[in-house]
């Protein structure tokens, strides 16, 4: 099932990119409080370290868009630099994920007795 939610995390990862977002106001706000809490959610999800290469995904894929007329930075380094930011909020989901499984396995080993 953790593979599953890879699909999933990158259907909403690219939605949240191609969304009309870019000006200001409450639904860009909105937005981006809902990416904030995806990305830990996803994290726990997958729960595997691998999961912090997948907000890299998309820069990769946008590699042959170039660079958008009247911008400095082309699609794929503005991706990369917003990926980094994403697996940081992923690791923290990811950590979580590892902290329960740890501390599961630990109490039921502890309370089987000798």
Known sequence: MRYGWVAVYLGVDVALIVSPAGSAGRFGLLLLAAAALAHPLFGFAIGSYWALLLPFVPALMA???????GSEWSVSASLAFLAVF?????????????????TLYDETSLSEGP
């Open 63 to 69: 590699l042959p868009a170039g660079t958008p007329a």
């Open 86 to 102: 994403q697996s940081v909020l992923l690791v923290s989901g990811v950590v979580a994920r590892q902290v329960r499984d740890t």
